[in-house]
């Protein structure tokens, strides 16, 4: 007789796990493949599974610069702990002396300054960022093909042991922190295998020929992170995740989560001027275009931003010409190929204009 059974999903998250997914999925645009790891490995640390005595999770971030790595972690730090900031970030590439280390770790007992030295990762500011309900640290290794000797060795006992031996022999704990390594190794010859993409005109591929050439990409990456790095440091990665250079579309996506942001730091200034903002689809398309570089992925866009949006409103406020209550719309003009500024007040009657050109942005104002 047949035993009675269930066939499983094990494909499904919890409840706080596909929350986390969700959020994460909001703020990080295009780059699933690190939220899946990511969710995977918080599952495993709710449930209690993951592997005791190690941090919850060494994750390896490669691929191109402005893909998001950093942005990742900063938005796995917002959707947990209620803080993008909430990262200890430990830039590789300023610690490539050894006798830089004592930044880190502090100095012995006995040397010159060791009193003054607060080491940038002991236990309290592991800590410091633990909410009520979370108590999880996140700490950021960038640029980790930068590191000396000496952080190497310091970084392989924290990604196997979880532990940390400070200057004056106190231990830090790791185990309740995900770390996360970023590298470009292997971005050149990523880029190489995007090259068709280049330019803004161009027709992206079909989906199964971006599939195609995202796995080819993540195999290239992979094989260039172990050319580069020893077996030892690999073998104790848990994931690696190979961040894809944004398309086109994606990084339509991201301007519009960046131009809610700047409507976030409208209603939060200190200029007490709280207006809304719109910006018309021909306005969009005219800051994509000026903000499209495949080399600087997203960071080119944020410039674009800074330039053509937030400086421009910055002189509005700065010149009395916004008030609270209004509503900027930002607009294409053709004809002076520049972005033109209407604010409207009640009734949709626009109050004052301004120009802004791509190279050079300029303010005027006029009464329409
Ligand atoms: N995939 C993405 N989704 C959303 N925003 C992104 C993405 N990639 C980059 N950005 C934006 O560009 C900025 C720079 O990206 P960053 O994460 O620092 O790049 P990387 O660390 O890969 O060089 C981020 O702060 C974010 O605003
Ligand atoms: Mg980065």
Redesign the pocket.
């Known amino acids: 007789m047949k035993q009675p059974c269930r066939v499983l999903n094990a494909k499904q998250t919890g409840h706080e796990a596909s929350s986390l997914r969700e959020k994460l999925s909001r703020?990080?645009?295009?780059?699933d493949e690190a939220i899946e790891q990511i969710v995977d490995i918080y599952q495993a640390h709710l449930t209690g599974l993951a592997a005791p005595g190690r941090p919850v999770g060494n994750f390896l971030?490669l691929?191109?610069?402005?893909?998001?790595?950093?942005?990742?972690?900063?938005?796995l730090a917002e959707a947990l702990l209620g803080n993008p900031r909430a990262v200890i970030k430990i830039d590789c590439g300023e610690f490539q002396h050894s006798h830089e280390i004592a930044k880190l770790i502090g100095s012995p007992p006995g040397y010159l300054g060791h009193r003054e030295t607060h080491p940038l990762l002991s236990q309290e500011v592991l800590d410091q960022h633990h909410t009520e309900t979370v108590k999880l640290s996140f700490v950021l290794f960038?640029e980790i093909e930068k590191a000396s000797d000496a952080l190497w060795n310091l970084l392989l006992g924290i990604l196997d042991k979880a532990t940390l031996t400070l200057g004056d022999n106190r231990r830090v704990d790791f185990s309740r922190a995900m770390i996360f390594m970023?590298s470009?190794v292997g971005a050149t010859e990523m880029g190489a295998l995007n090259a068709p993409k280049l330019g803004f005109e161009r027709h992206w591929g079909t989906e199964k020929h971006d599939e195609q050439r995202d796995r080819k990409m993540s195999r290239t990456g992979i094989a260039a992170a172990r050319r580069k790095f020893t077996p030892e440091f690999m073998n104790r990665i848990d994931k690696i995740a190979v961040?894809k250079p944004?398309s086109e579309a994606?990084l339509s996506?991201?301007l519009d989560?960046?131009l809610a942001?700047v409507q976030q730091r409208i209603l939060t200034s200190s200029s007490g001027k709280f207006f809304a903002l719109t910006v018309s689809e021909s306005g969009k398309r005219f800051l994509l275009e000026q903000g499209t570089d495949m080399r600087y992925?997203?960071?080119h866009?944020?410039r674009a931003i800074e330039r053509l949006i937030v400086h421009p409103l910055s002189n509005l406020i700065g010149t009395n010409q916004v008030n609270t209550g209004d509503w900027i719309e930002i607009d294409f003009d053709r004809m002076s190929n520049c972005l033109l500024f209407v604010a409207r007040t009640d009734g949709r009657v626009p109050k004052a204009v301004s120009r802004t050109t791509a190279r050079q942005p300029r303010i005027s104002s006029a009464a329409a």
């Not at 703020?27 to 780059?31: F, T, Y």
């Not at 610069?65 to 990742?72: P, V």
């Open positions: 703020l990080v645009i295009g780059q971030f691929g191109p610069t402005g893909s998001g790595k950093t942005r990742t972690v900063e938005a960038d970023t470009n961040f944004l994606d996506r991201v989560t960046e942001q992925g997203a960071r866009l944020k």
